[in-house]
């Protein structure tokens, strides 16, 4: 979430499509009884119909890239949802005709960049970005996309700046949540609620999709924790899910929260006991963990096959997850740390401070870390969780 979350949901401002931003001629129906869209009750069946239909239409004139980035949307949409590295590439191969694209055109511009940041590749989603935001300066999701991958790898200056050009390109509540998310990281924690607060309380983001409520809510919260005011953040966190109950990024959020509180059962009754999301899975177990250690020994089977699984594919995204598996679960420090830093090397937010710094302690190696404490401490951070984790180690 991290602002990786942006990237973890569909495009969030309403007015960007990528057909806008693609710059294919629109598709016209080639008789009037062809179907343009299906409208179904639930939103997986809408995804599924969709993407369905999405398929059909591609088949037939695969030369159209408008089409095939319509389906690489909506299958990055449902890999986000589901976790699953398979869709992802299946939203590549969507894009193989076009991938080596001397000059792409904004849309497929942001979808590459989606697919290199959900594979931690994250020089190559910036330098898609970059080139998306020079190609079309007044393009306000390209600035929102650049602005979270620049503070997930602690870049925090160039991502303030991305910040301001969203409010440039016409977007000024997401400017002020975006640059609040920064602020929170940089000492001014306070003033960065009291800004979102004032967004909510205005009814500035009454007319935005529940994607980016839900995300203004969720940092509400992540902010309140940091600052001690659990009361606060546990009523935004609640708000949150009452928006979007599936949203995996807040479920996860609020279950640390919870289990930071000791409210393991809480937590199982939270998160599904079948969830196919590892992070959501982790959660889960650490609850069943805390509660009877007997009952938790076939998640923890579950969740080592996943993370072996992970690893015979070379998939090296889940180490902030498995650093924390190994050293709660498996009770393996070094692997844990090893992990931990492996993961800090490329994404710094706050939860991968934490992970890193708990590990080094597990590991009593605490000056392991001394990086990531020097980093905490240069950047302002608050976050009265790790005020305890940083004692002890010698920052550089």
Not at 334 to 352: G, R, S, Y
Request: charged share 25%; aromatic share 6%.
């Amino acid at each position: 979430m991290s602002w990786l979350r942006f990237l973890a949901r569909t495009l969030l401002l309403s007015a960007i499509t990528i057909a806008a931003a693609s710059g294919a001629e629109l598709y016209r129906p080639a008789r009037d009884a062809e179907v343009l869209e299906y409208l179904p009750l639930a939103a997986a069946r809408a995804g599924d119909a969709g993407t369905r239909v999405l398929r059909e239409w591609q088949a037939r004139d695969p030369s159209n890239l408008d089409l095939a980035l319509r389906l690489a949307q909506n299958q990055i949409a449902a890999a986000r949802a589901a976790s699953d590295p398979r869709l992802w590439g299946q939203a590549q191969a969507t894009l193989a005709p076009w991938w080596e694209q001397e000059s792409p055109p904004l849309g497929l511009l942001l979808a590459r960049a989606a697919i290199h940041q959900n594979r931690h590749d994250f020089a190559a989603a910036k330098t898609d970005l970059l080139r998306a935001v020079t190609q079309q300066p007044q393009a306000a999701q390209a600035w929102l996309d650049l602005a979270s991958l620049q503070q997930a790898t602690g870049d925090l200056a160039a991502a303030a700046e991305s910040c301001g050009r969203i409010a440039a390109a016409g977007a000024p509540a997401i400017a002020t949540v975006c640059q609040a998310g920064v602020d929170a990281l940089t000492g001014r924690g306070s003033e960065a609620y009291a800004a979102i607060e004032s967004v909510f309380a205005h009814h500035r983001l009454a007319d935005q999709p529940a994607a980016v409520r839900t995300w203004a809510a969720t940092l509400l919260a992540e902010i309140a924790e940091r600052l001690a005011r659990n009361g606060e953040a546990e009523r935004w966190y609640r708000y949150s899910l009452a928006i979007d109950p599936t949203d995996s990024y807040t479920l996860a959020a609020y279950a640390d929260f919870l289990l930071d509180r000791g409210r393991p059962a809480d937590v199982v009754q939270l998160i599904a006991a079948d969830s196919s999301i590892d992070s959501l899975l982790l959660r889960r177990v650490l609850a069943e963990y805390a509660l009877d250690v007997e009952a938790a020994q076939r998640g923890i089977a579950l969740l080592a096959a996943r993370f072996d699984a992970l690893r015979e594919r070379g998939d090296r995204v889940h180490r902030r997850e498995e650093s924390r598996f190994r050293q709660a679960l498996t009770q393996d420090p070094e692997l844990a740390l090893e992990l931990a830093l492996e993961n800090w090397a490329v994404q710094k937010e706050p939860l991968d401070a934490r992970i890193a710094l708990e590990a080094a302690h597990a590991a009593n190696r605490p000056r392991a870390a001394a990086a990531v404490a020097g980093w905490v401490e240069g950047s302002g951070l608050q976050d009265i969780r790790l005020a305890a984790l940083l004692l002890g180690i010698r920052t550089p």
